[in-house]
């Protein structure tokens, strides 16, 4: 007879994420130092048909798209973040880095509240 075993299965936690889709290479290089700086991992892809592939795989926190791409595009990146409960932030490509750095703070800190593992 095999003898019990009391211990508890560990619960995975996915790591905090973020996914940065076609946009300005400045802003490519804000968002991922700041998203780094706050414990990120930052997943830079280049198109969004490619961004829409890996977003099951990544499962992001924080998804940063170009606000100027087709509305259809923009569309299904939308459908897909929400899909993985992804925060979505929207960057034109003209926007100012105070703006960026601004919007992906908010996106990312709100994205680790909501997802921070229980206190046990």
Known sequence: ???????????????????LV????AHVEASTKLLTSLGYRVVNVGHIPAACERMAVVMPLVVVGDADALATARDELRDRAVAVGAQMVWLPKDADLAFVTSAVRIAAVSALEKHEPPVT
């Open 1 to 19: 007879m095999l003898g019990r075993v009391d211990a508890k299965t560990a619960q995975r936690f996915r790591a905090a994420t973020a996914m």
């Open 22 to 25: 076609q946009i300005a290479p």
